[in-house]
């Protein structure tokens, strides 16, 4: 009985250490398709051509993302208070503005780097936690080269034709403005609540036809909202 008092608390001793001493379960492989980066050589070629024919002033600041920022024409005009480049392409997704990041954001070494994406990712089916696991590559990515480099991240937007995405959408939008408010070189736009009418849902007045993409009148709102934010206005 005396020898079975002494062992038995040194085998509950190493059973508990072993149980402690298990590797931590490998992170989760990304399941996802491989990007098919191909479809959009056109668009950054084009960009790099033009940056043959017009070299990038210094000091440029860059707009990158999805099609809401490669549709916004006036975007220079805008903000004339600095040099601005406007590199949004397609119907692109974080992770594939992160794969051009060297080629479209990087050179010009800016102070400022404005993105708008997230929305086609969610509607691709991605989650709001994959959304924000991509951001925070990309962040991580442009950083690595640039680290005082601030960047802006403009809210996933409300929109009529893709309202039945919006509990993905606020809660990817609440998960980067909560990690952003960590670092003072990131900053997060909130033009999500400003293009919400009374009832709640978006303004039917600040979008085309196709209910996605916005009207002058929808721009007029990012224009003020972004510019406050940034300092640009």
Same mark, same amino acid.
């Given at each position: 009985m005396l020898l079975?008092?002494?062992?038995? #608390?040194?085998? +509950?001793?190493?059973?508990?250490?072993?149980?402690?001493?298990?590797?931590? #379960?490998? #992170?989760?492989? %990304?399941?996802? #398709?491989? $990007? %098919? $980066?191909? /479809?959009?050589?056109?668009?950054? /070629?084009?960009f790099e051509e033009a940056d043959r024919e017009h070299p990038a002033p210094a000091g440029s600041i860059v707009f990158t993302g999805?099609?809401?920022?490669?549709?916004? /024409?006036? +975007? !220079?005009? %805008?903000?004339? @208070? @600095?040099?601005?480049?406007?590199? @949004?392409f397609g119907g692109s997704q974080i992770r594939e503005v992160t794969a051009f990041a060297d080629r479209i954001v990087l050179p010009y070494k800016p102070p400022l780097v404005v993105i708008y994406c997230g929305g086609n990712d969610i509607h691709? @089916? $991605?989650s709001a936690e994959q959304v924000f696991a991509d951001y925070r590559e990309f962040v991580s990515?442009?950083?690595?080269? $640039?680290?005082?480099?601030?960047?802006?991240? &403009?809210? &996933? !937007?409300?929109?009529p034709a893709r309202w039945s995405e919006v509990e993905k959408v606020k809660t990817a939008n609440r998960l980067i403005a909560a990690w952003s408010g960590k670092d003072p070189r990131l900053q997060f736009i909130d033009v999500y609540s400003e293009m919400l009418g009374p009832d709640g849902r978006p303004k039917p007045d600040i979008f085309v036809e196709d209910g996605l993409h916005m009207n002058d009148k929808g721009y007029e709102i990012w224009t003020r909202v972004v510019g406050n934010a940034v300092g640009l206005r």
């Amino acid at each position: 009985m005396l020898l079975m008092r002494l062992v038995l #608390p040194l085998l +509950l001793t190493f059973s508990t250490v072993g149980a402690f001493a298990q590797p931590a #379960p490998a #992170p989760r492989p %990304d399941t996802r #398709p491989a $990007l %098919d $980066l191909a /479809k959009w050589e056109p668009e950054i /070629k084009a960009f790099e051509e033009a940056d043959r024919e017009h070299p990038a002033p210094a000091g440029s600041i860059v707009f990158t993302g999805s099609s809401s920022i490669r549709l916004w /024409k006036t +975007l !220079a005009e %805008d903000f004339p @208070g @600095g040099p601005i480049l406007n590199r @949004g392409f397609g119907g692109s997704q974080i992770r594939e503005v992160t794969a051009f990041a060297d080629r479209i954001v990087l050179p010009y070494k800016p102070p400022l780097v404005v993105i708008y994406c997230g929305g086609n990712d969610i509607h691709a @089916g $991605l989650s709001a936690e994959q959304v924000f696991a991509d951001y925070r590559e990309f962040v991580s990515t442009v950083h690595a080269a $640039l680290p005082k480099t601030r960047i802006a991240y &403009i809210s &996933i !937007a409300p929109n009529p034709a893709r309202w039945s995405e919006v509990e993905k959408v606020k809660t990817a939008n609440r998960l980067i403005a909560a990690w952003s408010g960590k670092d003072p070189r990131l900053q997060f736009i909130d033009v999500y609540s400003e293009m919400l009418g009374p009832d709640g849902r978006p303004k039917p007045d600040i979008f085309v036809e196709d209910g996605l993409h916005m009207n002058d009148k929808g721009y007029e709102i990012w224009t003020r909202v972004v510019g406050n934010a940034v300092g640009l206005r």
